[in-house]
Every structure is written in structure tokens, then in C-alpha cells.
């Protein structure tokens, strides 16, 4: 009995030192993944808030590269504002989302890792503002010269309001994802689950899968498509860079 009482003991102490809360029942997964969810539409909700009041400057913002803009029914206008300021109260509420994302996964990591967590989370946030910067500074305007070339002396654009704010939304929020595959390739790697050995012999098919990711989350369009591919496979030769030479895996 002696015997038996001491391995559950040290049988504790183990996972103390690892970390771990123990088996939660699939009940409580989801009841804690409800409670999360909550809490980042909640956050989103007062993001897009504080959007509202803001609503006036962010859409002179966002439709600098258009120029003037038509709307042809008579609720494009409002719809359209209420999409904008949802889209911008997501990107305020980004540290509180990124934050409950990466906090469902807590309980399943050891202590070292939590701390890691905390590291990765302003990270994934700057990341994913750092690829939709990117996309409305730099892509967003070449597509638009690209697109609005199109036009001749006979042949003028008038772009609907509501159809200029989908393809931006379309172009510009893929890239804050396709920012992310950097952080994800040094995670799997830290995990042990690739090395750089991997990561380069997949090399082409990365190449492959960037261009379908590109058709699939861009509007249907070569231009769209070849510049997110582009991004995909820069991000992730810098991730074969940083694993194989900063992580040494």
C-alpha cells in the first residue's frame, strides 16, 4: 500500500512539472470553446464600436485607391458601412481574439510552452496586421492600376461601392493569414513535427499549393492569385531560413 501511495504521488508531481491540467472531458472542451467563442464576439462587437465612431476617416481610408465610388441600390450604402466597421472592430479585437484562440490550446501544453504562448500571441497579432498592411499598401494599389488599365476612351469604370469593398476585403484579409505561416512553421519545428531537411524537399509543392491557396481566397483572377502565391513562398523559404540556421532543427 506503501508502495502503491508513493507511485501516485510521484505520478502528481510529474505532471505538476509538466504542466498539463489532466484530461478534460469532451463536455468541458466544448463547453470552454462556447465560452470563448463568446468572449471574441463580444470583443469584435466593441471593436467594431469603436470602429463606428471612427467610420468616416477608415472609409476615406480604405477608398483612397479607388478614387469615387457609386452606389446603385438603395441600402448598398448602409450594408456596406456595416461591413466595413465589422471588418475593422475584427482587426481592433485581434489581441483579444489571437489571445482566446491560442488559450483554448493551454491546457494541453506544459508550462514551458505556456510561456511561450505568451510570447506568440503579439506576435500572431502583429503578423497578421503586418500582411494586411501589406496587402492595401502595396497590392491592393497595383491590382487597381492593373484592373482599372483595363478602360479605354470609349470604355470607363464606375465601381460600385459595395462590389471596390468585397474584392478588398477579398484581397487584403488572406494576406494577414498567409503572414501567419511563419510563426506556424517555427512551431511545428519547435514541436519536432518538421526540420528543415522537410521543409526544403517539399519545397515545390509549396510552390503548388501557393498558387491553388491564391485561386481559392482571392477573386478569380490570375493577377490576385499570382500575388499571394508570391508571399506564401517568400514566407516560407524565410521559415526554412530561420528554422534551419536560429532553431538549429
Not at 480604405?62 to 456596406?80: R, S, V
Not at 505556456?114 to 494586411?132: A, K, M, N, Q
Not at 492595401?136 to 460600385?160: C, D, H, K
Request: glycine share 6%; with cysteine.
Amino acid at each position: 500500500m506503501a508502495a502503491e501511495n508513493e507511485e501516485k504521488q510521484d505520478m502528481l508531481e510529474e505532471a505538476a512539472d509538466t504542466g498539463h491540467d489532466g484530461d478534460m472531458p469532451l463536455m468541458a472542451h466544448l463547453e470552454e470553446l462556447r465560452h470563448r467563442i463568446i468572449i471574441c464576439l463580444v470583443a469584435v462587437a466593441a471593436g467594431s464600436g469603436i470602429a463606428y465612431y471612427f467610420l468616416d476617416t477608415i472609409m476615406a481610408y480604405l477608398i483612397a485607391p479607388a478614387g469615387k465610388l457609386y452606389f446603385m441600390q438603395p441600402a448598398e450604402a448602409f450594408f456596406t458601412y456595416m461591413k466595413v466597421t465589422v471588418f475593422a472592430g475584427f482587426i481592433i479585437s485581434l489581441p483579444v481574439v489571437f489571445w482566446e484562440i491560442w488559450g483554448f490550446f493551454l491546457p494541453a501544453l506544459t508550462r514551458k510552452e505556456r510561456l511561450l504562448v505568451g510570447i506568440l500571441v503579439p506576435f500572431s497579432v502583429v503578423l497578421f496586421v503586418g500582411g494586411v498592411l501589406f496587402s492595401f499598401t502595396l497590392v491592393l494599389p497595383l491590382g487597381m492600376t492593373f484592373f482599372m488599365g483595363m478602360g479605354t476612351e470609349n470604355l470607363q469604370a464606375m465601381i460600385s461601392m459595395e462590389k471596390y469593398i468585397d474584392f478588398l476585403l477579398t484581397l487584403v484579409l488572406p494576406f494577414g493569414f498567409v503572414f501567419e505561416l511563419p510563426l506556424a512553421m517555427i512551431i511545428l519545428a519547435q514541436l519536432g513535427l518538421v526540420t528543415s531537411a522537410m521543409m526544403q524537399k517539399q519545397f515545390r509543392l509549396v510552390i503548388f499549393i501557393a498558387f491553388i491557396v491564391g485561386a481559392i481566397l482571392t477573386p478569380p483572377d490570375v493577377f490576385s492569385q499570382v500575388m499571394i502565391a508570391l508571399p506564401v513562398i517568400a514566407l516560407y523559404g524565410f521559415s526554412i531560413f530561420v528554422v534551419k540556421y536560429v532553431l538549429r532543427k
